[in-house]
């Protein structure tokens, strides 16, 4: 399972029984094995191996380097994130689905008053959680601020934007935006699926 994975992998790697691939989603996970001499550098071998290279999209890479090199192969190039909605539920409501922040903010309350969860969300893996913060970030802030807090400058926690994401995450919460017990519910056993296609 994802989370359990995680830590086994890191585990080993820092007891130097890790094996000589490692499945991994880059980025601060990525960071912490380069920072540790624990990966090895691909730049030189993608260099010379080109047409390996010019078969993923150039910005699959971004979370496979770290300080301008490349440490890993991205293996999965296009990754589309969807956010899906269950059809009978909206039509029991009597609702259509949102076009913006606005909208989601307007809907909450209707469909609490249903005694339905307006968002299914396994919190209990925290990857779910980031999901909502990175993608609502890119969309309400563009992808430039993002790319600042990525890259891990200094105060780009502090921009304006990411304190505006913050707080309509806050807002959502405070308003019952996702299920009772969200922060135990787990995404390895499915079980936040399991919630949208029960209705």
């Given at each position: 399972?994802?989370?359990?994975?995680?830590q086994k992998?890191?585990?080993s790697?820092?007891?130097?029984?890790?094996?000589?691939?490692?499945?991994?989603?880059?980025?601060?996970?990525?960071k912490?094995?380069?920072?540790?001499?624990?990966?090895e550098?691909?730049?030189?071998?993608?260099?010379q191996?080109?047409?390996?290279?010019?078969?993923?999209?150039?910005s699959?890479?971004?979370?496979?380097?770290?300080?301008?090199?490349?440490?890993?192969?991205?293996?999965?190039?296009?990754?589309p994130?969807?956010?899906?909605?269950?059809?009978?539920?909206?039509?029991?409501?009597?609702?259509?689905?949102?076009?913006?922040?606005?909208?989601?903010?307007?809907?909450?309350?209707?469909?609490?008053?249903?005694?339905?969860?307006?968002?299914?969300?396994?919190?209990?893996?925290?990857?779910?959680?980031?999901?909502?913060?990175?993608?609502?970030?890119?969309?309400?802030?563009?992808?430039?601020?993002?790319?600042?807090?990525?890259?891990?400058?200094?105060?780009?926690?502090?921009?304006?934007?990411?304190?505006?994401?913050?707080?309509?995450?806050?807002?959502?919460?405070?308003?019952?935006?996702?299920?009772k017990?969200?922060?135990?519910?787990?995404?390895?056993?499915?079980?936040?699926?399991?919630?949208?296609?029960?209705?």
């Amino acid at each position: 399972q994802n989370d359990a994975y995680k830590q086994k992998i890191k585990t080993s790697i820092g007891a130097g029984q890790g094996p000589t691939m490692i499945w991994g989603w880059g980025g601060g996970g990525l960071k912490e094995y380069v920072d540790s001499n624990q990966v090895e550098d691909l730049t030189e071998w993608l260099g010379q191996n080109a047409a390996v290279k010019d078969k993923i999209l150039p910005s699959s890479f971004g979370a496979a380097t770290v300080n301008g090199k490349i440490y890993a192969l991205p293996v999965e190039t296009v990754q589309p994130i969807v956010l899906f909605y269950n059809k009978k539920v909206f039509e029991q409501v009597g609702v259509q689905p949102p076009q913006s922040w606005g909208e989601i903010m307007a809907l909450v309350p209707k469909f609490n008053a249903a005694k339905i969860a307006p968002f299914s969300l396994g919190g209990q893996s925290r990857w779910t959680n980031m999901m909502w913060l990175e993608f609502l970030l890119d969309r309400t802030a563009g992808s430039e601020v993002f790319d600042k807090v990525f890259a891990g400058e200094k105060d780009a926690w502090s921009d304006p934007a990411v304190l505006d994401m913050l707080t309509k995450i806050q807002d959502l919460v405070k308003a019952n935006g996702f299920q009772k017990g969200f922060s135990s519910t787990t995404a390895d056993s499915n079980a936040d699926q399991a919630l949208l296609y029960t209705g």
